[in-house]
């Protein structure tokens, strides 16, 4: 039985997965990917939720109410030790984007949304490559390549948070589990979450349990290529086997854009010894 916790991907086709809040049940964050063969585009309303694109893999361009920003991403693969392109969109806006003229190949597209509201942007910016923070985090198996795409520490959207991670094979990650399921600051806060998963090569798998304290949520997900795991609320560690490197997306927002996460306190005792 598939988890209900867990989006699986369309394995051809536009749409890869398509995760909204009301399939999610839950109040701010939404997540769509989408994969354009050569001369497709799409196109977008904002409506009341601001929107971050993400461009995965490819090279696509990107027209805002008539204003067209060209030849965004140059990633061939998600596991390329480079910084995706990235749109910030606020609410209200019309938003088509295509993969760029005379391309050859497939590009895929993360489309993250949050609501609108005070502290969005009213204006489109595109987030600078070159600026994204990229930091590794952890160490032994624990290790992570991560980077910031739209961090807590941006002031310019209301609710949305973007990061993309890399967990190598063999490694975890999420790790220790940590939950960020209540608005206690600066204890913790509260954010939905949900993570968008690649592996390398595309036929593996990894897992990933989302838990709380007292197991009233307690689900282990077996992810594949393209699949979604949503966190409500409780624990999310992840875990890539031997062979596969894992890489994530993870979309967040909550009724406060700060991201104070708590460590499960029956695993922090690991961290005493790093």
């Known amino acids: 039985m598939v988890s209900p916790l867990l989006a699986k991907a369309a394995p051809s086709g536009r749409e890869i997965v398509n995760v909204t809040p009301e399939r999610a049940g839950w109040t701010h964050v939404g997540f769509r990917a989408v994969r354009l063969n050569p001369s497709e585009s799409e196109t977008v309303d904002t409506g009341s939720r601001e929107l971050c694109l993400v461009v995965l893999t490819g090279t696509v361009d990107v027209t805002v109410d008539g204003v067209t920003y060209a030849k965004l991403?140059?990633?061939t693969s998600v596991f390329e030790e480079v910084s995706p392109a990235a749109v910030y969109v606020p609410a209200g806006k019309t938003v088509t984007f295509g993969n760029v003229?005379?391309?050859?190949t497939v590009a895929e597209v993360g489309l993250c949304t949050a609501p609108s509201g005070k502290g969005s942007s009213a204006e489109v910016f595109v987030?600078?490559?070159?600026?994204?923070?990229?930091?590794?985090?952890?160490?032994?198996?624990?290790?992570?390549?991560?980077?910031?795409?739209?961090p807590h520490d941006d002031p310019r959207a209301a609710h949305l948070l973007v990061v993309e991670v890399i967990t190598p094979a063999s490694h975890?990650?999420?790790?220790?589990?940590?939950?960020h399921d209540v608005e206690q600051p600066p204890v913790e806060t509260q954010l939905e979450e949900v993570y968008y998963h690649r592996l390398n090569p595309?036929?593996?798998?990894?897992?990933q349990r989302v838990y709380t304290d007292d197991r009233s949520i307690d689900e282990a997900c077996a992810v594949e290529d393209h699949d979604v795991v949503m966190v409500p609320r409780g624990y999310h560690p992840v875990t890539a086997p031997h062979g596969y490197d894992l890489y994530y997306l993870n979309v967040m927002a909550g009724p406060n854009r700060f991201w104070v996460f708590k460590n499960d306190p029956v695993h922090e005792w690991m961290l005493a010894k790093a």
């Open 73 to 75: 991403g140059t990633r």
């Open 101 to 104: 003229p005379g391309a050859t």
């Open 127 to 150: 987030i600078d490559s070159s600026t994204m923070r990229r930091s590794v985090r952890g160490q032994g198996t624990n290790t992570r390549y991560v980077c910031d795409i739209l």
């Open 172 to 179: 975890s990650s999420s790790y220790p589990p940590h939950k």
């Open 202 to 207: 595309p036929q593996g798998f990894a897992f």
